[in-house]
Structures are given as structure tokens and as C-alpha cells.
Nanobody, 120 residues
Framework: QVQLVESGGGLVQPGGSLRLSCAASGFTFRNYVMSWYRQAPGKERELVARITSTGGSTDYADSVKGRFTISRDNAKGTVYLQMNSLKPEDTAVYYC?????????????WGQGTQVTVSS
């Protein structure tokens, strides 16, 4: 059974930090591109950060570059999102995503999400 379980969300003041974790099970984690998305109330879900299967390359949304860092531990089957210098506009539900693409197969898994609220 595939599972992506996010943790680490919560309430933080502007300028603060949080570290999100996503623990994966039920699939071969090291073969998947892992991403963090977020969705704020009334807005569409957007890509925040992405990391390749080996961890050798990362991409970030312009709004979080220089503040957020995505990383992964393939031995533990976990992907992380370190969020620094948080702003109120970072408030959203953050979702973990696992994606595998080949000429013959496509797999796309989502976690349940974890709430991040940035407020004083």
C-alpha cells in the first residue's frame, strides 16, 4: 500500500522556520522524483520545490528561492522541505508528491497534506 505521510507543519511567526518531512512507503522511493506543492485558500495548487530521484538536481518556485531547501534521504525513504524566513503568503496546505515516468508507465502519488500557517 502506497503511503506518503507529511509532518512538521504548524503555526509560526513571520521570519520563523519550519521543516516539513514526508515519509514514503509502498513503492521504490529512490526511483521517484519528489516534490512539494502547496495550496492556499481560494488558490490553485502550485509547485514549491522538486528534487530528482538521486537528489542531484532541484527546482524551486521563484517565490521561495533562497528561503526553502528541498532534500531527500533515499535510505530512509523521506523527503524534506526546510523553510526559512517564512512569510504570511507562505500560509497553505503543503502536499508531498511522488512521480515516476517512463515510456511505459506513469505513477503519481500524493500525501494528505500538512497545514502551515505563518502569522503573528
Amino acid at each position: 500500500q502506497v503511503q506518503l505521510v507529511e509532518s512538521g507543519g504548524g503555526l509560526v511567526q513571520p521570519g520563523g522556520s519550519l521543516r516539513l518531512s514526508c515519509a514514503a512507503s509502498g513503492f521504490t522511493f529512490r526511483n521517484y522524483v519528489m516534490s512539494w506543492y502547496r495550496q492556499a485558500p481560494g488558490k490553485e495548487r502550485e509547485l514549491v520545490a522538486r528534487i530528482t530521484s538521486t537528489g542531484g538536481s532541484t527546482d524551486y518556485a521563484d517565490s521561495v528561492k533562497g528561503r526553502f531547501t528541498i532534500s531527500r534521504d533515499n535510505a530512509k525513504g523521506t523527503v524534506y522541505l526546510q523553510m526559512n524566513s517564512l512569510k504570511p503568503e507562505d500560509t497553505a496546505v503543503y502536499y508531498c508528491n511522488a512521480r515516476f515516468r517512463s515510456p511505459f508507465k506513469e505513477y503519481d502519488f500524493w500525501g494528505q497534506g500538512t497545514q502551515v500557517t505563518v502569522s503573528s
